[in-house]
């Protein structure tokens, strides 16, 4: 799997250098409107390379513990990802083909096999009218307030909410801006984050309602479907609102609360989660800022099972508090944090392998975007 791997991103590179060296040999000649200039004037290339250092101060540190969310789970120095992404936009089509490699990335597409491992999205759209632009292919999820690139996120680990709602998703989706500050989105899909195929023949519809200032933004998310197997699992309801907002020059904050609840297939009581987070963000200089994450999460009647330590009927809560740098050289951020996650019962193992509510670790990420 590692070779094939490798194999696409060196053919994927290949490939972008014979794109950008054509543009070379043929930008020398004395055509400036030619098709090629035009065409190239159109594509663009973007991305990024990430990685960290992590270190237990009350656990070991031999990968056996970490906080169960998403890419920032290895101890000492470990591997993030490689991000390429390659754009064309026209006045009324385009595409986007971002393709991810590394642990991050795989991480990120859990559910595709073989050389969809690579694809982290890959869809087309059409802007049919000023207001109305259909997308059809993989493309990340409109819910909740991270990211899967590093670049998207102030804090380098990822919270509870984020790992557990969905990533990614594959289908139609119509974005329909209504005036100036207020839009919406509706979309049909795929189970979340079965991006390569649909195996379950079930489907599930999103929707949204977005407003937007200069001073910042808020949105609405919602899905219902059936995620799963038929008669093995009963159909979600996710609800879910994000919102950021610039207080002045210095102070910024972004919040975001999500719920969901899945319906038994036969009699019984609905189960999920639900969690709420706040970002609030201080710029100290133009190169370094700071900011908190600070997310309450909470597991009801075994909606979520190997995550959080959970009580006799399948309760149980987190609290993850996690203050983070950020220094800027140039195009590369340095990212220094701090996370304690504390439980309601008893979800790590400590330095004297005992059970225990309490997991306080460091983070040291690096990011370098291009």
Excluded at 117 to 134: F, R
Aim: net charge negative; aromatic share 16%.
């Amino acid at each position: 799997m590692k070779t094939k791997t490798v194999t696409n991103f060196l053919k994927t590179v290949t490939l972008f250098t014979l794109l950008f060296s054509s543009y070379s040999l043929f930008s020398q000649e004395e055509k400036p409107a030619n098709t090629l200039d035009k065409l190239l004037s159109k594509v663009s290339l973007s991305g990024s390379v990430d990685g960290y250092y992590r270190h237990n101060f009350n656990a070991p540190n031999d990968n056996s513990v970490a906080p169960k969310t998403f890419f920032v789970d290895e101890s000492g120095f470990a591997l993030g990802m490689v991000n390429t992404i390659l754009k064309y936009e026209d006045k009324k089509v385009g595409f986007v083909a971002d393709l991810v490699f590394g642990p991050r990335g795989q991480d990120a597409v859990f559910n595709s096999d073989e050389s969809a491992q690579i694809i982290n999205q890959l869809y087309v759209y059409w802007n049919a009218t000023e207001k109305l632009t259909l997308t059809f292919g993989n493309f990340n999820t409109y819910i909740g307030y991270e990211l899967i690139a590093p670049t998207g996120n102030f804090n380098y680990s990822t919270s509870y909410m984020f790992t557990y709602g969905p990533l990614s998703h594959t289908g139609l989706k119509a974005d329909y801006s209504i005036n100036d500050k207020w839009s919406a989105m509706l979309s049909i899909m795929n189970p979340s984050d079965y991006t390569e195929n649909n195996p379950f023949d079930t489907y599930i519809v999103g929707a949204q309602l977005g407003y937007e200032v200069d001073k910042g933004s808020a949105y609405l998310n919602f899905r219902y479907g059936n995620e799963g197997e038929p008669g093995e699992v009963g159909p979600t309801f996710n609800a879910d609102l994000t919102t950021s907002w610039d207080l002045n020059n210095k102070f910024y904050l972004g919040a975001n609360a999500t719920y969901v609840t899945t319906e038994p297939q036969e009699s019984g009581d609905t189960s999920g989660f639900y969690g709420v987070a706040l970002y609030p963000q201080y710029k100290a200089s133009d190169k370094f800022s700071i900011g908190l994450r600070g997310e309450y999460f909470s597991v009801y009647n075994g909606g979520l099972t190997n995550v959080i330590g959970l009580d006799t009927e399948g309760d149980g809560d987190v609290i993850a508090t996690t203050l983070t740098g950020n220094y800027t050289i140039g195009n590369l951020t340095l990212k220094p944090e701090f996370r304690l996650d504390t439980t309601s019962e008893n979800s790590f193992i400590d330095s004297d392998g005992e059970a225990t509510k309490n997991l306080f670790s460091f983070v040291f990420g690096t990011v370098y975007k291009f």
